[in-house]
Nanobody
């Protein structure tokens, strides 16, 4: 089993920045792709950004030019740098990782989420 732990959420003013982290841990696993999703109250969970370990990225239109996803393969940690934050970015942000693990062959894991609140 691969466990994901997010951190870095919090309260920030409009226009501010936050950096989310997602640390993956487990026994004998590798990451093939990592993504950040968010869910606001009363709304469906939506993809914010995703990255493969080969460096291919995908961004939601709302995240383009403001957010940057990255992954440190050596640390098994992914990041989401969020700049120029807006109140509509307020949501619980979830990390997802997919890849191979010795015990289960293929895994698709989710973190517990970290709250991001953009408000003055």
């Amino acid at each position: 089993q691969v466990k994901l732990v997010e951190s870095g959420g919090g309260l920030v003013q409009p226009g501010g920045s936050l950096r989310l982290s997602c640390a993956a841990s487990g026994s004998r696993f590798s990451i093939r792709a990592m993504g950040w999703y968010r869910q606001a109250p009363g709304k469906q969970r939506e993809l914010v950004a995703a990255i493969t370990t080969s460096g291919r990225t995908n961004y939601a239109d709302s995240a383009k030019c403001r957010f940057t996803i990255s992954i440190d393969n050596a640390k098994n940690t992914g990041y989401l740098q969020m700049n120029s934050l807006k109140p509509e970015d307020t949501a619980n942000y979830y990390c997802n990782a997919q890849g191979f693990a010795l015990t289960v062959h293929w895994y698709d894991s989710w973190g517990q989420g970290t709250q991001v609140t953009v408000s003055s």
